[in-house]
């Protein structure tokens, strides 16, 4: 057990009028191994949780156990913090605002020098470090880091976080204002990250799509409490709970609810567009009586939901009822579908309704995206 | 980081903060300078009386409004100090020479530093008391308006509020932006809370060349937003909030108005129409020479 939080509790500008309870009565064991997505509003008291990780709040209310360093509220005993920020590396929202220093050097060098490490092991260390985020060392070492671009800043500021060689890595809204390569870079780095630096990951994220692709535990946050504590794939049997939250839920479950509302038979474990595939997949099997593999098709399931019928015809709302196509639809479907037979995929998306349409276009749709 | 008390603005409704705030700005202007006017103690008495009345009906806490005179209590017992000791009129009590120079603590040089300390609390009262009841933007609103004549002498008094209120509505982002990076060095170990004060500086490096980029940043992408929004491509802007004068701003103006009267009348009018006791270098001023004579009276 790497991290036990009992009772903890929060307020911001206590007994004043600007008062804010951020976190209320908070129990959460966060297990070594554990790659845990943290997700909930703005304000719901996810960043104020993982700064009492970290040490930078002290406990108002209860205790943390960290690697067998305690927190509480007690101003004694004195808590050895550097030991503690050594072993949890925490990457704030836009760590590339936080550069400082005049080379990407000696910027990664900054938190292992506060360790108070010998200068060879620095040095070694800095190497390491920006290699393992996928920076070229001799190329960037000598550069100021604000002439590198946003993703690679991001990256030294990652490299500066890892260079302490944390068992724990926090990171909050790691791909927040990256455009979509970068992001797909930075979740790459947290997965390479996970398997050779810390073995122990917690990312906040708002974006579901993007957390459900390599969290194994979702821990929500909603109003300074904790909402859920489930499995990736158990969480969203919570669909509605979700919604009335105002969270989001993975476009993948959104298409597997709309398409189990038209009378599909999809499984309830479809988190993420490869579930979806499949079961996609083994419903084509099952139908035409084939044994086709999922292998080496490549599946992206924003296209895959325009061309059937664009979002808000499969999107259930919180009723779980679909809605209806409306004309005006079919012209944005048309632009989206770069395909040779528009035509008739516009006909599929105004008669969702018709479940053989359905399944012949959807197999169509499949067996021209195996093709390619 | 997050707990700066002076001067923010302290959000609760009361009589004081439904005031026009251009009543507000004039009437605390009015009292800064006859707090120099006031020469006795029997109207500083009054006057402290009236500013509580006032923090009262505010339903500002006392706790937070005292809060504010500890910016300036460095300030106040300096010049206490400078007082006591170089002033030289008035009988001598404790007699002392460094050198050629007199030091020597006189009566008059005593009376001089209260009298000094309470104005100087009086002026941060008075002005705390406007920024903790009235809005950032009420307050650069109303002192456009009531800058408006300078326009007239080609001060551009518009774009000076405008420069005021961004200044103001960035301190709170400014100060967000500190804690997170303060933070975020922190978690890399950085010693910013350690208390040598060599290592604090040191440590404080890492913080403010990020602040300073960020803020630059900020500025460069508000001036980008403003002309995108095409600030100023107009001459005549409109208010949304329009100000109107109540009955309630005419008679708070009228009752600090009477008040700075009496003040006024104190000093000039009851200082000189009473004979004050000779006691020396001592003055004794305003209604203090009836007190001053009622107790001879009875004692």
Same mark, same amino acid.
């Given at each position: 057990m790497s991290v036990i939080i009992k009772n903890l509790s929060f307020t911001y500008s206590k007994n004043t009028?600007?008062?804010?309870?951020?976190?209320?009565?908070?129990?959460?064991?966060?297990?070594?191994?554990? &790659?845990?997505?943290?997700?909930?509003?703005?304000?719901?008291?996810?960043?104020? &949780?993982?700064?009492?990780?970290?040490?930078?709040?002290?406990?108002?209310?209860?205790?943390?156990e960290i690697f067998d360093i305690k927190l509480t509220s007690a101003k004694r005993p004195k808590v050895d913090l550097k030991a503690l920020r050594s072993q949890v590396g925490m990457v704030f929202q836009y760590p590339e605002y936080q550069l400082f220093a005049d080379t990407v050097e000696k910027d990664v060098a900054f938190g292992p020098k506060n360790l108070g490490l010998s200068a060879d092991e620095i040095k070694e260390r800095v190497k390491q470090a920006i290699e393992m985020v996928g920076l070229d060392y001799e190329a960037v070492k000598d550069r100021a880091p604000f002439e590198l671009s946003g993703g690679q800043k991001r990256r030294v500021a990652i490299a500066?976080?890892?260079?302490?060689?944390?068992?724990?890595?926090?990171l909050d809204e790691p791909t927040a204002g990256l455009d979509p390569y970068g992001k797909e870079q930075i979740l790459n780095l947290i997965v390479h990250l996970k398997k050779h630096c810390s073995p122990t990951i917690v990312v906040i994220s708002h974006d579901i799509d993007e957390i459900t692709r390599f969290a194994s535990?979702?821990?929500? &946050?909603?109003?300074?409490?904790?909402?859920?504590?489930?499995?990736?794939?158990?969480? &969203?049997?919570h669909s509605n709970m979700l919604k009335e939250m105002g969270l989001d839920i993975p476009r993948a479950v959104k298409i597997a609810n709309a398409l189990r509302y038209k009378g599909f038979d999809i499984s309830d474990d479809v988190v993420t567009a490869e579930d979806l595939l499949k079961e996609v997949v083994r419903l084509y099997n099952k139908k035409h009586n084939t044994a086709k593999s999922a292998d080496g098709i490549s599946f992206d399931l924003y296209d895959f939901s325009l061309k059937w019928g664009a979002e808000d015809i499969l999107t259930p709302n919180a009723t779980g009822e679909a809605q209806t196509s409306e004309p005006s639809h079919s012209s944005d479907i048309n632009a989206a579908c770069q395909d040779g037979d528009t035509a008739k995929k516009q006909n599929a998306c105004t008669d969702v309704k018709d479940d053989e349409t359905n399944h012949t276009e959807k197999d169509k749709t499949n067996d021209s995206r195996k093709q390619k | 980081?997050?707990?700066?008390?002076?001067?923010?603005?302290?959000?609760?409704?009361?009589?004081?903060?439904?005031?026009?705030?251009?009543i507000k700005i004039l009437v605390t202007f009015l009292f800064m300078i006859s707090v120099f006017f006031i020469v006795s103690y029997t109207m500083f008495v009054f006057m402290y009386i009236a500013l509580t009345i006032v923090i009262a009906v505010s339903h500002v806490p006392f706790k937070i409004v005292l809060?504010?005179?500890?910016?300036?209590?460095?300030?106040?017992?300096?010049?206490?100090?400078i007082n006591i000791f170089f002033t030289s009129t008035g009988n001598v009590l404790v007699p002392i020479h460094i050198g050629r120079v007199d030091m020597s603590i006189t009566d008059q040089g005593i009376n001089f530093a209260i009298k000094m300390a309470m104005r100087f609390t009086l002026l941060v009262l008075g002005s705390s008391i406007l920024?903790?009841?009235?809005?950032?933007?009420?307050l650069t609103d109303a002192l456009e308006f009531l800058l408006k004549p300078l326009t007239y002498i080609k001060i551009p008094v518009h774009d000076l509020a405008i420069i005021m209120s961004i200044?103001?509505?960035?301190?709170?982002?400014?100060?967000?932006?500190?804690?997170?990076?303060?933070?975020?060095?922190?978690?890399?170990?950085?010693?910013i809370d350690s208390t040598n004060i060599f290592k604090k500086i040191k440590a404080m490096l890492p913080v403010l060349i990020p602040l300073f980029v960020s803020a630059f940043r900020r500025a460069d992408e508000l001036a980008d937003a403003l002309d995108a929004r095409c600030y100023n491509a107009s001459s005549k802007r409109t208010k949304m909030k329009v100000f109107k004068l109540r009955a309630s701003d005419v008679i708070a103006f009228i009752a600090v108005v009477l008040f700075i009267v009496v003040i006024f009348l104190d000093k000039y009018l009851v200082t000189n129409l009473l004979v004050a006791p000779d006691l020396g270098g001592f003055e004794v001023q305003g209604l203090d020479i009836c007190i001053y004579n009622l107790f001879r009276l009875v004692g």
């Open positions: 009028p600007y008062e804010k309870k951020a976190l209320d009565n908070i129990n959460l064991e966060i297990n070594e191994g554990d &790659f845990l997505g943290i997700i909930g509003h703005t304000g719901s008291g996810k960043s104020t &949780f993982i700064q009492h990780i970290n040490g930078l709040i002290k406990p108002q209310e209860g205790e943390i500066g976080i890892i260079a302490m060689r944390p068992k724990m890595l926090i535990r979702i821990v929500v &946050f909603n109003d300074a409490k904790i909402m859920y504590d489930e499995p990736m794939k158990a969480l &969203f049997k | 980081m997050r707990d700066i008390s002076f001067g923010q603005y302290y959000p609760v409704k009361s009589f004081i903060h439904s005031l026009d705030a251009r809060k504010s005179i500890k910016g300036i209590l460095f300030l106040l017992i300096f010049t206490a100090i920024t903790f009841t009235t809005t950032p933007t009420e200044a103001l509505r960035f301190i709170p982002g400014l100060v967000e932006e500190t804690d997170k990076i303060m933070m975020a060095q922190k978690a890399r170990g950085a010693d």
